[in-house]
């Protein structure tokens, strides 16, 4: 199981801040996910177009099975996030965006500002998460449960997760 995790932000990639949300999503997994999987992480900047070539490069060079976004999904004008992933996926699964956005709207306001969505390219699964850490938490516990299942469906890797922690969903097939 390849994964990638991909910052989004201007100035966590000049350096001027860490980056917070790679690091949690990153701990997420290794809690949370069984399987074995060999996890990357990148910091880019904001941008259209870089968002756009990351991605790209990601499903059809790097043949990555899992890219989980965090950033670049709020209404500032460098918040393109959403617009490059429209213009990379092939499937389009907006249940993940309004399911992440319903949840985190328990925790605060604004979470009707967040415009992150998910959707496939080749066998590619991609997932924009917030960039709070707190929240990025909140939208896996969330949506995760039908990740495998797409995993499989798209023919990407197979991935499990302790169902202690977190219960999957295959139709047919409990985990």
Known sequence: MKITILTISDRASRGEYADLGGPAIEKWLKTTVTTPMTITRQVIPDGFEEVRDALIDLCDQQRVDLVLTTGGTGPSPRDLTPEAMRAVMVKELPGFG??????????VPTAILSRQTAGIRGKTMIINLPGAPSSIEVCLNTVFPAVPYCLEVIGAGSIETDPRLLKTYRPNKAS
């Open 98 to 107: 309004e399911l992440m956005r319903r949840s985190s709207l328990d925790q």
